[in-house]
């Protein structure tokens, strides 16, 4: 059924375009930087020197409240593909590979069989199945261009431009080199001030100031090929970025992206309502992207698609929200939902008992990053500036207009509980709207997706997974007291897992109070490991049952389940373990996936051999 309405919406879209044959058909052309925020002239920042953007958007449209929907590349850009949140389709945690339902199709397809030439030039990253890639453009790599289509045909494009990425400060460069100056850089309130903090920003100024020349060139060849006055074009940042409490995190310097859309004169009927020196304040998000250029292009915009069209004729009214999702970044498992209107922020943590600044082999590579955590050891941080090394409260609340770097947290505040209230129903509204398929443990979810994709599985008739009930359950244990302990245990004797999970976590977060009931539990042996046994190991070490824990630890170490592992060695270093037990299955752990350093389990055994100070070469005796 899906590939018949699939093929019958390419043929009404193909009779739409006809029909309007006398009206030329607008190219469409994307250019997409990686990892920075709006540090651009044309949204204020004096620091920046972005000539070409600051000129694109005098000419064109600027959107002041433009979010990616995740704080990172692969589930923003999946959002952006298929025009529905990663985290109601099942690829909301970083780096995945699975499978996407047949009721979803990727909107350039609607595009191409409207006959459009669609290229891509050349990431991709789309968080997926690869094989389920393969057939959206025309071209996707290195040489993927719109010169290459027929004479005459319409194009989409899409350029991606890498040098403002994250890994563009790995590598210093002398300071005598650096155009912009450290000593003049204007630090968020949450950085120290440390010479490496000061060089990593001007050195990703600089960058930004390439990625601006490479953009430039992009316009200029547009112009060249007489396309521009006949192309609409997109600049957007993939999210924000890349200093450390940006990239990875649902707070404005994560989320809020530049966009810039320029309309030719002789499509001004297309040109979005403004309010003053053509800045747009509609809040847009990328999975408003797909069904916004099928609205330019006349395409009939599919029911699946969760996002709403900010242009062309079939857009709609102003939303009121934007909605923003953090789940496991790389070997780490956190989880975060965010919701902000055009004033407030909202972000509710799925795993408080985190602290933010969880140590990431990617994100370590920064010498900025190191920086900070050497100051926060030496006991130089600020009340502010220690934070990040902190667990996380369950609800955040920020006034991002009077505090635009979200740091004075007003969710205990009374003044403003009732909008705290109004952005927490928001939130709950949209989670249950999308069936947020993020509330299934990763363990569980990885050995369903066997059987069908999370997306066809939360719709289901038959046996489906009931989103409604298990997000009320991870509502309910995040906030327990006490007298739910009976509640919770007996949720725990629950057929589904990941209710299991969620009850698990309810005791964990109850602490000391929850010492008597984890003496009754035997979570050790039986089936085999899974979430809630391992979320009940570290419950175990927070009441001092150390050997306990340890013993479930070690089943999660010696596990088949690769995110079973993943999670266990999480837990190894949160609680400190390095019982030589512990450390043995973790060299084993290391030894045996060594050959693919990216695989997340290999990632955490190299830290924690780090941490324990062992070499790569040791062997565990003792």
């Not at 207009?401 to 003044?415: H, K, M, S």
């Not at 299991?500 to 009754?520: C, F, H, P, S, V």
């Not at 010696?558 to 609680?575: E, K, P, Q």
Request: charged share 25%; hydrophobic share 35%; glycine share 4%.
């Amino acid at each position: 059924m899906g590939y018949i309405k699939t093929k019958f919406l390419g043929i009404l879209a193909i009779l739409m375009l006809i029909s309007c044959s006398e009206e030329e058909i607008p190219n469409i052309l994307w250019i997409v930087s990686e990892d920075n925020s709006p540090y651009l002239g044309c949204y204020g920042d004096t620091l920046a020197t972005t000539p070409n953007i600051d000129t694109l958007a005098k000419s064109g449209f600027l959107y002041t409240h433009a979010y990616a929907n995740a704080p990172v590349c692969a589930p923003a850009r999946n959002t952006i593909i298929t025009g529905v949140y990663a985290n109601s389709n099942g690829h909301h945690h970083m780096r995945s590979r699975y499978n996407m339902s047949d009721k979803i199709t990727f909107f350039p397809t609607y595009l191409r069989q409207a006959g459009y030439y669609c290229t891509n030039n050349r990431k991709e990253d789309y968080n997926m199945n690869l094989e389920q890639t393969k057939d959206i453009w025309d071209e996707s790599s290195s040489n993927a261009h719109y010169k290459n289509r027929k004479q005459g045909q319409p194009f989409f494009a899409v350029f991606n431009i890498g040098t403002s990425h994250e890994s563009s400060i790995h590598k210093t460069i002398p300071k005598d080199e650096l155009r912009h100056r450290p000593e003049d850089m204007v630090l968020p309130p949450y950085h120290p001030d440390t010479p490496k903090i000061r060089h990593d920003w001007a050195q990703f100024y600089d960058k930004i100031e390439n990625m601006d020349s490479q953009l430039g060139d992009l316009l200029q060849e547009l112009e060249d090929s007489g396309q521009y006055d006949n192309t609409i074009i997109f600049y957007y940042s993939d999210h924000g970025g890349i200093l450390a409490r940006s990239k990875r995190f649902v707070y404005e310097s994560g989320t809020r992206v530049p966009m810039i859309v320029h309309i030719p004169e002789k499509y001004k009927h297309l040109y979005p309502e403004t309010i003053i020196e053509n800045k747009v304040d509609r809040l847009v998000s990328f999975v408003d992207m797909a069904p916004t250029i099928l609205s330019l292009c006349k395409i009939p915009i599919p029911e699946f698609m969760q996002g709403r069209a900010f242009l062309g004729e079939a857009r709609t009214e102003d939303p009121e929200y934007s909605f923003m999702f953090k789940d496991r970044m790389d070997e780490r498992y956190d989880m975060s939902r965010s919701v902000r209107d055009k004033k407030y922020r909202y972000i509710r943590n799925y795993l408080p008992y985190r602290v933010y600044g969880q140590h990431l082999n990617y994100l370590w590579n920064a010498p900025s990053i190191k920086s900070w955590e050497e100051a926060y050891k030496n006991g130089t941080c600020n009340e502010i500036q220690s934070i990040f090394w902190s667990e996380k409260p369950i609800e955040e609340l920020y006034d991002t207009e009077n505090d635009p770097w979200e740091v004075n947290n007003l969710a205990q505040d009374p003044i403003y509980l009732p909008i705290l209230e109004r952005l927490r129903k928001a939130n709950r509204d949209w989670m249950l709207e999308i069936k947020d398929v993020g509330f299934i443990p990763e363990e569980q979810y990885g050995a369903m997706q066997f059987q069908k994709p999370l997306y066809d599985l939360t719709r289901s008739d038959l046996n489906g997974v009931k989103m409604d009930s298990l997000i009320t359950i991870a509502d309910f244990a995040l906030t327990a007291t006490k007298k739910d302990i009976p509640k919770l245990v007996s949720l725990l004797d629950s057929q589904d897992r990941a209710i299991r999970y969620w009850a698990a976590t309810g005791i964990l977060m109850l602490g000391q109070d929850a010492t008597e009931t984890l003496k009754d539990i035997d979570v050790a042996d039986g089936e085999s490991i899974e979430g809630a046994s391992l979320v009940l190991a570290e419950a175990l070490y927070r009441t001092g049952e150390h050997e306990k824990g340890k013993r479930i630890l070690l089943k999660g170490l010696m596990s088949d389940n690769l995110f079973a592992r993943v999670r266990a060695l999480n837990i190894v270093d949160c609680v400190d373990e390095s019982d030589p037990e512990v450390q043995r299955e973790t060299v084993r752990i290391y030894d045996h996936g060594k050959h693919d350093p990216k695989a997340y389990d290999v990632r955490m055994c190299s830290y924690l051999m780090e941490k324990w100070g062992l070499t790569f070469n040791d062997q565990i005796t003792n």
